[in-house]
């Protein structure tokens, strides 16, 4: 999703005036036929000039990259700018004008603010530093929550088409999507990576949970899930299926725990898979069906 802001064509401002000057510079010097002086301020125009014309080529191709989205490629220009000519506007106004267009207003003031405090305030270019910096202040406190403003069903299907790993990155990013997660029938009915959903959600999405797919590696895990079905969170728990990985973790203790919490599940749980190959299951038919006494299907391999 792009969220970049429309750009606009800004016609580099480039300050001919020192250029100008200097070209006034060595003319008197030639008059006055002082050559040292001659050779010193033609130098130096020279260099001014390769600075100017370096700026102008830079400035462009940020400006193309930032249209093309490129916008880490398109900031280094804007920062080689910066860092080639400091006391020079063109980098500044190049690079917050590149951050306004990604919505990073409070880094674009900062950019600008450098401008102003670098530049000199004779330059034509520090009125524009000004206004610029004045816009992305204008726009940091202009706050409009989008999610907020999206209908539920439009945000249910963005979560719905989600991974469950980006579910879980996105859980994170503000309490308004966490909140959605957690509401969202669709969202967690289908659970096939135990590793994932532990520990950090699954207390608050288990009952969503349909069909569960326990694949967690690590004792710790497993038992993290094995607490919230004996504490009767998946409440709407249709089928099971545990892995090989679980088969070490099921000591008496815990093959207790998870018949409390087959009993817990008894009226919604018709479907378990027990794939246990190479250490066997120390989980008996008899107290399984006595424990889910609406079991459909049940496997064991």
């Given at each position: 999703?792009?969220?970049?802001?429309?750009?606009?064509?800004?016609?580099?401002?480039?300050?001919t005036?020192?250029?100008l000057?200097?070209?006034?510079?060595?003319?008197?010097?030639?008059?006055?036929?002082?050559?040292?002086?001659?050779?010193?301020?033609?130098?130096?125009?020279?260099?001014?000039?390769?600075?100017?014309?370096?700026?102008?080529?830079?400035?462009?191709?940020?400006?193309?990259?930032?249209?093309?989205?490129?916008?880490?490629a398109?900031?280094?220009?804007?920062?080689?700018?910066?860092?080639?000519?400091?006391?020079?506007?063109?980098?500044y106004?190049?690079?917050?004008?590149?951050?306004?267009?990604?919505?990073?207003?409070?880094?674009?003031?900062?950019?600008?603010?450098?401008?102003?405090?670098?530049?000199?305030?004779?330059?034509?270019?520090?009125?524009?530093?000004?206004?610029?910096?004045?816009?992305?202040?204008?726009?940091?406190?202009?706050?409009?929550?989008?999610?907020?403003?999206?209908?539920?069903?439009?945000?249910?299907?963005?979560?719905?088409?989600?991974?469950?790993?980006?579910?879980?990155?996105?859980?994170?990013?503000?309490?308004?999507?966490?909140?959605?997660?957690?509401?969202?029938?669709?969202?967690?009915?289908?659970?096939?990576?135990g590793?994932?959903?532990?520990?950090?959600?699954?207390?608050?999405?288990?009952?969503?949970?349909?069909?569960?797919?326990?694949?967690?590696?690590?004792?710790?895990?497993?038992?993290?899930?094995?607490?919230?079905?004996?504490?009767?969170?998946?409440?709407?728990?249709?089928?099971?299926?545990?892995?090989?990985?679980?088969?070490?973790?099921l000591?008496?203790?815990?093959?207790?725990?998870?018949?409390?919490?087959?009993?817990?599940?008894?009226?919604?749980?018709?479907?378990?898979?027990?794939?246990?190959?190479?250490?066997?299951?120390?989980?008996?038919?008899?107290?399984?069906?006595?424990?889910?006494p609406?079991?459909?299907?049940?496997?064991?391999?």
């Amino acid at each position: 999703m792009n969220t970049a802001s429309p750009v606009t064509t800004v016609t580099p401002i480039i300050n001919t005036d020192l250029a100008l000057s200097s070209f006034e510079k060595v003319k008197n010097a030639y008059n006055l036929h002082d050559y040292n002086e001659i050779i010193r301020q033609a130098t130096n125009t020279i260099t001014h000039i390769e600075q100017l014309e370096l700026l102008f080529i830079l400035d462009q191709r940020a400006h193309a990259l930032g249209m093309r989205s490129k916008f880490r490629a398109a900031e280094q220009d804007a920062e080689t700018m910066i860092k080639y000519a400091p006391i020079l506007p063109q980098g500044y106004l190049c690079f917050g004008q590149l951050l306004s267009m990604q919505g990073k207003q409070e880094r674009a003031s900062k950019v600008y603010q450098e401008g102003l405090e670098n530049i000199p305030t004779n330059d034509l270019a520090y009125e524009h530093l000004l206004q610029a910096k004045k816009r992305v202040d204008e726009k940091s406190n202009q706050h409009f929550d989008l999610l907020s403003a999206l209908p539920i069903e439009i945000k249910d299907e963005i979560v719905r088409l989600l991974s469950e790993e980006e579910r879980l990155n996105l859980y994170g990013v503000s309490t308004t999507w966490s909140e959605r997660l957690e509401n969202c029938q669709e969202a967690w009915k289908y659970i096939y990576n135990g590793d994932l959903v532990v520990p950090r959600i699954l207390p608050k999405v288990a009952k969503r949970i349909n069909h569960l797919a326990i694949t967690a590696t690590m004792e710790e895990l497993w038992l993290k899930y094995l607490e919230q079905l004996e504490n009767g969170y998946f409440q709407n728990l249709k089928s099971l299926k545990l892995t090989a990985n679980m088969s070490n973790a099921l000591r008496t203790n815990s093959t207790k725990s998870l018949m409390n919490g087959f009993w817990k599940t008894r009226y919604t749980l018709t479907k378990i898979v027990l794939i246990f190959v190479k250490h066997g299951t120390p989980i008996t038919i008899t107290d399984t069906l006595f424990y889910l006494p609406y079991l459909k299907i049940l496997r064991s391999m």
